[in-house]
């Protein structure tokens, strides 16, 4: 599975949009983007996940730059529940294959 | 919403004892998954199973660690002879299966051992 880089800490203003990047420039053609969140000690939650196109959810948005070495996680209106640790994780799971979890990027939304 | 879910949330056991964590994937799925996190340390994978038999374990996974699924319905993690360092949270995952399909985590079970 590619690797992901992420910053470690970001800071957002409750109500704007929170951008989360990730870097993941050794994807290869079959590999999708899923991004998961776990806030305190909680079970990761799915929050998207995409190939190529960008996606989009009730939760969020997913941008997939064309030559898919990076992307962006928005959520459109952060609120103060969206304070959480976001991972960004490169996986083929046609056969079941495994997520393998990061550091990710711990999100503080302050109001 | 289909979800996965654990039981018990948490269970305290002392050191040496056998302890079994139970998980009730979501009806359909087929990959189900183990998975840790220390307190303060990243979600570690521990094994993946499918068609009734282990598809890939990780390094924790050792002769300790034992997985089954008895009656189709509910996924056990048996750990025996517990260790201090296994105290962890321990999450359960299940996935349908096929291109692009995403994994859903169950809550947790906090083990702490004493």
């Known amino acids: 599975d590619a690797k992901t880089t992420q910053p470690p800490s970001m800071d957002c203003a409750e109500g704007r949009a929170a951008n989360l990047p990730c870097n993941h420039s050794t994807i290869s053609g079959n590999e999708y983007v899923y991004w998961y969140r776990q806030i305190h000690s909680q079970g990761p939650q799915y929050i998207i996940h995409g190939l190529k196109n960008n996606e989009t959810n009730e939760m969020a948005s997913l941008i997939i730059t064309e030559d898919r070495k990076s992307s962006t996680l928005i959520l459109p209106h952060a609120t103060l529940r969206d304070t959480a640790v976001y991972y960004c994780?490169?996986?083929?799971?046609?056969?079941?294959?495994?997520?393998?979890f990061g550091a990710g990027t711990i999100l503080r939304v302050k109001s | 919403e289909p979800e996965v879910t654990q039981t018990p949330s948490h269970q305290v056991t002392q050191m040496g004892q056998e302890v079994i964590l139970r998980c009730v994937p979501i009806?359909?799925?087929?990959?189900f998954y183990w998975y840790r996190q220390i307190l303060g340390q990243k979600v570690e994978f521990l094994v993946s199973f499918y068609n009734n038999e282990i598809s890939e374990k990780s390094e924790i996974f050792d002769d300790q660690f034992s997985v089954e699924r008895p009656d189709g319905s509910n996924f056990t993690l048996k750990i025996r002879s517990t260790k201090l360092e296994d105290s962890a949270m321990y999450f359960c995952a299940s996935m349908l299966g096929g291109a692009g399909t995403e994994a859903f985590f169950g809550q947790g079970t906090r083990l702490t051992v004493v």
């Open positions: 994780i490169v996986s083929f799971v046609l056969r079941g294959n495994k997520l393998v």
């Open positions: 009806s359909n799925h087929l990959y």
